[in-house]
C-alpha cells in the first residue's frame, strides 16, 4: 500500500550544483526543502570540472568553498588556446583590474565533481534541506492549474507534494521533457571525459585545443608540486564521429588527442587514471525557464556548447536567481505565470550577449582558418585576449567583446 504524500514548500529535482544551490538558498530563507536525485553521492559525472573565477564568491557564499580549498584544488591563472594551425594565444584572468588598479579576479578552480558535489550537497543538508540519493522519478503530475505538485519514485512509494518544483536535472531534464519545455537544438555534439596523467608541459594555466572541427579541453585537477591529474574533455561532431567512437569511448579519446598540433610529443608517458565517460546531446534549449509552479535551473534551462567553460558558474548563478523569485513569490502567494516569469527576464539580463559569443567561438571551431586568424590576432593584442578570458570567465559583461571596436579589431 502506498504511503501518504509528503508535503514541501518546494520540491527539486537534481542535487548537482544548480539543485543543491537552490536548496541551501531556499532553506536559509525558512522554506521546507527537499531534493531528490537519483545518484548517490560521491559520483562521477561527465564534465569539464572548471569553475571560472566568479564561482568562488558564490561557493563562499554558499558555505561550501572551506571544504573545497581544504583538497588544495588546482587554480588555474588563466587559459592557453591553440588554434588548428598551431598558432597559440593566452588570456590571464588577473590582468583585467578594478578601477583603483587592482586584480579583481586572479584564477578560476578546477574541482573533481566527486568533491564538488558533495562539498554542495552537504551544505545544503547544514542549511535545513532534506537530501534524498537514489531517488528515481517516476511520475510529476500537478493538480489543476494551481494545485501541489506530486513526484511518484520509481519503484513506487511514499510520493512527494510541493507548491513550487524547480527542475535542476541537467541538460537531458526529465522534468523538462516531460513537460514538453525543452526543444533540441542544432548542434549534434559529443563529449568524452577522462582523468589522465602524464600530460607533458602543464602548468597553471587551462588549455583549449582546436583541430578537425573538434576541440579538447585540459584542466589540471592538481597544482604543479602536488601532481599531474587532468581533466580531459574532448568534444566531437555526432554524425561524423559517433560511428567510430561506438563502444570505444576511450580508444578514440587517446586516439584524437595525437591530431592536435598543440599536443604532438606530450602524450607519450599518459596513463589514464578514471575512465572516459560520454554524454551527447550538448546543446539543448529551454521553450521558457519558468511556468506556473515550475522553474529550470541550471543545464536544464538551456545548454548550448561546452567551450567557454562556464557551466558550473551558470548553475550556481541561475539557482541563486531562481532562490530570489521563489522567495518572494512564496511569501506573495502567488506561483503564477507572471509572477515566476521573473526568473525568466532575470536569467536573459544574466547570459545577455554570451549565447552571440560561444555562437562565434562555435562557429571558428568549424571554420579552421578563421580559429587561426582569431589566434593570431589574441596573439598580438594580448588585451584583447585577456577581455576575453575576462568575459568567459564570468567576471566582465558579454557587452565587453560584442562592442563594435573589440570586433572591428577581431575581424579586421
Known amino acids: 500500500m502506498a504511503r501518504s504524500p509528503e508535503f514541501y514548500d518546494i520540491a527539486i529535482v537534481g542535487a548537482g550544483p544548480a539543485g543543491a544551490a ?30 571560472s573565477p566568479a564561482a568562488e564568491p558564490l561557493l563562499r557564499e554558499l558555505g561550501a568553498l572551506a571544504e573545497i580549498e581544504d583538497e588544495r584544488p588546482a587554480r588555474l591563472r588563466g587559459f592557453r588556446v591553440f588554434a588548428p594551425n598551431g598558432g597559440t594565444f593566452q588570456g590571464d584572468f588577473a590582468a583585467t583590474r578594478d578601477g ?6 586572479a584564477t578560476g578552480l578546477a574541482v573533481p565533481r566527486l568533491r564538488l558535489d558533495v562539498a554542495l550537497v552537504g551544505a545544503a543538508r547544514r542549511a535545513g ?17 494551481g494545485g501541489l505538485w506530486t513526484l511518484t519514485p520509481s519503484p513506487e512509494e511514499a510520493t512527494i507534494s510541493a507548491r513550487l518544483l524547480v527542475a535542476a536535472d541537467g541538460a537531458h531534464s526529465v522534468v523538462a521533457r ?10 549534434r555534439k559529443v563529449a568524452l571525459v577522462a582523468h589522465l596523467r602524464g600530460i607533458a608541459g602543464l602548468g597553471e594555466y587551462g588549455e583549449m585545443h582546436v583541430a578537425g572541427r573538434r576541440y579538447v579541453g585540459l584542466a589540471p585537477l592538481e597544482p604543479p608540486e602536488v601532481g599531474d591529474l587532468c581533466n580531459v574533455a574532448l568534444v566531437v561532431d555526432e554524425a561524423r564521429d559517433g560511428r567510430a567512437l561506438a563502444g570505444r569511448a576511450e580508444s578514440f579519446l587517446l586516439e584524437t588527442l595525437e591530431t592536435f598540433p598543440g599536443l604532438r610529443g606530450r602524450l607519450a608517458g599518459v596513463a589514464v587514471a578514471r575512465s ?6 550538448v546543446d539543448v534549449r529551454a521553450r521558457r525557464r519558468s511556468a506556473a509552479g515550475l522553474l529550470l535551473v541550471g543545464d536544464a534551462a538551456g545548454y548550448y556548447d561546452p567551450f567557454t567553460g562556464e557551466g558550473i558558474y551558470r548553475a550556481l548563478s541561475s539557482a541563486r536567481l531562481a532562490a530570489g523569485v521563489a522567495d518572494a513569490a512564496l511569501r506573495d502567494g502567488d506561483l503564477g505565470v507572471r509572477s515566476l516569469a521573473r526568473y525568466d527576464h532575470a536569467y536573459h539580463d544574466e547570459v545577455r550577449g554570451r549565447h552571440m559569443i560561444e555562437a562565434l567561438i562555435q562557429f571558428g571551431v568549424q571554420v579552421p582558418p578563421l580559429m587561426n586568424h582569431f589566434a593570431r590576432v589574441f596573439a598580438r593584442r594580448k588585451e584583447m585576449a585577456d577581455t576575453l578570458m575576462a568575459v568567459t570567465g564570468d567576471f566582465l559583461p558579454a557587452s565587453a567583446v560584442l562592442r563594435p571596436g573589440y570586433l572591428l579589431r577581431l575581424l579586421g
Do not use: M, N
Open 178 to 187: 516531460r513537460l514538453g519545455l525543452h526543444t533540441p537544438g542544432q548542434l
Open 276 to 281: 572516459a565517460l560520454a554524454t551527447s546531446r
Open 129 to 145: 534541506a532534506e537530501v534524498r540519493e537514489g531517488w528515481r522519478l517516476g511520475r510529476v503530475e500537478r493538480q489543476g492549474t
Open 22 to 51: 537552490a536548496a541551501i538558498s531556499l532553506a536559509r530563507a525558512g522554506w521546507r526543502v527537499v531534493v531528490v536525485d537519483k545518484a548517490v553521492f560521491p559520483r562521477d559525472k561527465p564534465c569539464a570540472e572548471y569553475l
Open 100 to 105: 583603483v588598479g587592482q586584480s579583481r579576479f
